[in-house]
């Protein structure tokens, strides 16, 4: 059964920095782009970064220059390093990915990692 399970999540003050981690298990990656969101309460989900499998990254504006995207194919993994986090960064978290499990390519997403960023 194909997972993506993040980690890394916490509370932190503003001006802090944390970084997660998101695995995926159960399949292969596909060379698809792999991609974080967010979801604060109250707003819908919004794209947060992205990364091919060349390592071409996209980013929010709202955090660029802030946040970085990174992936480890081997390890079937995507990191965002988040610095400067500021209040309005807090909300829940999620990767995304294009994963080839028993069934065939399918999208996925994780379960969710919380962030706040206190002022």
């Known amino acids: 059964q194909v997972q993506l399970v993040e980690s890394g999540g916490g509370l932190v003050q503003a001006g802090g920095s944390l970084r997660l981690s998101c695995a995926a298990s159960?399949?292969?990656?596909?060379?698809?782009?792999m991609g974080w969101h967010r979801q604060a309460p109250g707003n819908q989900r919004e794209l947060v970064a992205t990364?091919?499998?060349?390592?071409?990254?996209n980013y929010a504006d709202s955090v660029k220059g802030r946040f970085a995207i990174s992936r480890d194919n081997a390890k079937r993994s995507v990191y965002l390093q988040m610095n400067s986090l500021k209040p309005e960064d807090t909300a829940v978290y999620y990767c995304?990915?294009?994963?080839?499990?028993?069934?065939?390519?399918?999208?996925?997403w994780g379960q969710g990692t919380q962030v706040t960023v206190s002022s």
């Open positions: 990364i091919t499998s060349g390592g071409r990254t």
């Open positions: 159960g399949g292969a990656l596909s060379g698809n782009a």
């Open positions: 995304n990915a294009d994963v080839y499990g028993i069934g065939g390519l399918r999208n996925y």
